[in-house]
C-alpha cells in the first residue's frame, strides 16, 4: 500500500481557491489524510472513480448514532462540542438502511420531476417579481437581491413556512453549514430546533396543504415520523432545499459572467439552458465536500486502505474536475454533456431535492439574462470571497451591474 505525505489542513486558500489545491492532490494522491479545522483526522477523496465507488459503497457508513461514538473517541481532547449530538442530526443524510429506507419513502413523493415540474408557473412568478424590483441600470448584490430569496420563498411556501422567517432561517443556515464557533453553532442550532419543534406543533392541531403538515400526518404503511425524525427531515428540507440553490445560481452567474462566449451562447440558443446548469453543476458546484461518512471495515481504493472506524470525506467538487473522467475539466463549455457528475452526490444519499434546485437554476438564470442586455461584475473576480465552509462551496457576495 502506498505511504502518503503528511496530512493537509483546511486553511482560507482552501476555501477561496480549492481547485488549483484540487489539482495537485488528485495528482499526488486521491486518497488521503486530511485534519479538520478543530483537530478531526479524516481521509479526503479528490478522484472521480473514487468518489463515486464509496458514495455508494456500504461499508461506508452514516449512521448518527454510531458516528457520534465515533466523534467522541476521537475529539475529547479538543473540547468541540459533539455536532451528531443535536435533534437536528438524526436525518436522511445521517442515516443507514432500514431507517434510511423508511424515511426516504416518505419524501420521495414530493420531490419527483413530475411533482416538482407542477411548481414551474410559481417559481417564475417569484422570479419575475424579485427582478423586477431590482433597479436597472445600476449595481446590486445579486445575492442578496435574487440568489438567496428565490429558493427560500419556494422552499418556505413548499413546507408551509412562513416566508417572514426567512432571514433567521439565513442566519442559522449559515452559522450550521459554516466553520462557525462553536458557541455559535450550539445556540443557533438550538434556537432553529426549537423553531421547527413548535411550528410541527401547529401543523399538527392545525394542518394545511404543505409538506410540513403532510410529514407530521403522513402513514405509509402504519408507520409515522417520531417528533425528532420531524425536526430533523424539516431541517434538511429547509436547510438544503435553498442552501444548495442560492449557491447554484450565485456560483453558475459568475461563472458564466467569467466566461462571456458562454453566456453568449446561452443568449444566442436558451434550448441550452437545461444542458448549462448540469455543466455549472459539473464546473463549480453548490457542495464541495459530501457529509461525513465512516468505515464500518477496511476498505482498499486504488493504492489507498482506509482502516476500519476511519472519518471519510469526499470531494464532489474535486471530483468534477478529474480530467479522467471529464475532457479539458477547467473549461466550462455549455454544450457539454455533463451527466455523471457528482454535485448531487451518487448511491442511497443522492440528493432528494436535485429536481427542484435544477428547476429553480433553469428557471433564475434563464429569467435574468433575458431580463438584463447588459450584466457584468462589479468589481474583479480575485475580489471576491467565499464563505467559510467545507460543506457548502458559496459566495459571500455578488456584485453586479445591471443595465
Known amino acids: 500500500m502506498r505511504v502518503l505525505d503528511e496530512p493537509i489542513t483546511f486553511d482560507e486558500d482552501f476555501v477561496n481557491q480549492p481547485h488549483a489545491i484540487y489539482e495537485q492532490l488528485r495528482v499526488q494522491a486521491p486518497v488521503r489524510r486530511a485534519i479538520m479545522r478543530r483537530g478531526l483526522a479524516v481521509w479526503l477523496v479528490t478522484g472521480y472513480s473514487e468518489a463515486r465507488s464509496l458514495l455508494s459503497d456500504p461499508r461506508l457508513s452514516k449512521d448518527n448514532r454510531k458516528a457520534r461514538e465515533l466523534f467522541e473517541t476521537r475529539i475529547t481532547a479538543t473540547g468541540t462540542p459533539n455536532a451528531f449530538e443535536s435533534s437536528l442530526a438524526s436525518h436522511l443524510l445521517n442515516m443507514d438502511p432500514p431507517d434510511h429506507t423508511r424515511l426516504r419513502k416518505l419524501v420521495n413523493k414530493a420531490f419527483t420531476a413530475r411533482t416538482v415540474s407542477r411548481l414551474r408557473p410559481r417559481i417564475e412568478q417569484i422570479a419575475d417579481e424579485l427582478l423586477d424590483s431590482i433597479t436597472a441600470p445600476g449595481s446590486v448584490d445579486l445575492l442578496e437581491a435574487f440568489a438567496f430569496p428565490l429558493p427560500i420563498t419556494v422552499i418556505c411556501e413548499l413546507l408551509g413556512i412562513p416566508v417572514a422567517d426567512r432571514d433567521d432561517f439565513r442566519t442559522w443556515s449559515n452559522s450550521i453549514v459554516s466553520a462557525s464557533a462553536p458557541e455559535v453553532l450550539q445556540e443557533h442550532s438550538a434556537a432553529l430546533a426549537g423553531y421547527l419543534n413548535a411550528l410541527i406543533a401547529v401543523k399538527r392541531s392545525e394542518p394545511s396543504e404543505d409538506l410540513l403538515s403532510d410529514l407530521v400526518h403522513v402513514s405509509e404503511e402504519g408507520d409515522q415520523l417520531s417528533d425528532v425524525e420531524l425536526i430533523s427531515m424539516a431541517f434538511l428540507l429547509l436547510v438544503a432545499g435553498h442552501e444548495t440553490t442560492v449557491n447554484l445560481i450565485g ?100 440528493c432528494v431535492g436535485a429536481p427542484l434546485a435544477r428547476l429553480e437554476a433553469e428557471i433564475a438564470l434563464g429569467k435574468l439574462f433575458g431580463r438584463f442586455g447588459t450584466l457584468e461584475l462589479n468589481g474583479a473576480a480575485t475580489s471576491l470571497r467565499y464563505r467559510d465552509s467545507t460543506l457548502v462551496r458559496g459566495l459571500e457576495k455578488l456584485p453586479v451591474k445591471l443595465a
Open 251 to 350: 456560483n453558475g452567474v459568475l461563472a458564466l459572467l467569467e466566461h462571456p462566449d458562454q453566456l453568449a451562447a446561452l443568449r444566442e440558443d436558451p434550448s441550452l439552458l437545461p444542458g448549462a446548469v448540469e455543466e455549472l453543476l459539473r464546473y463549480d458546484g453548490p457542495i464541495n465536500i459530501a457529509t461525513l461518512r465512516f468505515t464500518t471495515e477496511p476498505v482498499v481504493v486504488g493504492e489507498v486502505e482506509i482502516p476500519a472506524d476511519e472519518f471519510v470525506m469526499v470531494s464532489l467538487l474535486a471530483a468534477n474536475r478529474d480530467g479522467a473522467r471529464f475532457e479539458d475539466p477547467d473549461r466550462l463549455d455549455v454544450r457539454r454533456q455533463a451527466g455523471g457528475h457528482l454535485a448531487f452526490g451518487h448511491g442511497l444519499h443522492y
